[in-house]
C-alpha cells in the first residue's frame, strides 16, 4: 500500500511564510489527485486545497491568494506554499491521494502560527 510522508510544519509568526511537502512512498506510473485537508482542535477537517491529476486546482476561499499547491517533478509529490499566515490557519494538516476510489491520508504535520 502507497504511504504518503509528509514534512515542512512548524512555528511561524503571522505573516510568515511555510512549504509542506508530501510524497508517495513508492514510484507510480499514474499520476493522481492530490491534495490538503486541516483540522484545527475543536473543528471539522476542512479542505484546503486540491489538485487534479490534470492540474486543475481549487482552493478554501478562507485560503485563496494566499496559499498555492503545486506538484513537484516526481509523480504524485505536492507542495503547500503557505504565504501570509494567519492565526487561524493553525491546525494538523494532512496531504491526501486518491487512488480510484480509495484516498489514502498521511500522517499529519503541524502548523503553528503564533506570536
Known amino acids: 500500500q502507497v504511504q504518503l510522508v509528509e514534512s515542512g510544519g512548524g512555528l511561524v509568526q503571522p505573516g510568515g511564510s511555510l512549504r509542506l511537502s508530501c510524497a508517495a512512498s513508492?514510484?507510480?506510473?499514474?499520476?493522481?489527485?492530490m491534495g490538503w485537508y486541516r483540522q484545527a482542535p475543536g473543528k471539522q477537517r476542512e479542505l484546503v486545497a486540491g489538485i487534479t491529476s490534470g492540474g486543475r486546482t481549487d482552493y478554501a476561499d478562507s485560503v485563496k491568494g494566499r496559499f498555492t499547491i503545486s506538484r513537484g517533478n516526481a509523480k504524485n509529490t505536492v507542495f503547500l506554499q503557505m504565504n501570509s499566515l494567519k492565526l487561524e490557519d493553525a491546525a494538523v494538516y494532512y496531504c491526501?491521494?486518491?487512488?480510484?476510489?480509495?484516498?489514502?491520508w498521511g500522517q499529519g504535520t503541524q502548523v503553528t502560527v503564533s506570536s
Open positions: 513508492r514510484n507510480m506510473a499514474i499520476i493522481y489527485p
Open positions: 491526501y491521494i486518491d487512488i480510484g476510489s480509495l484516498r489514502r
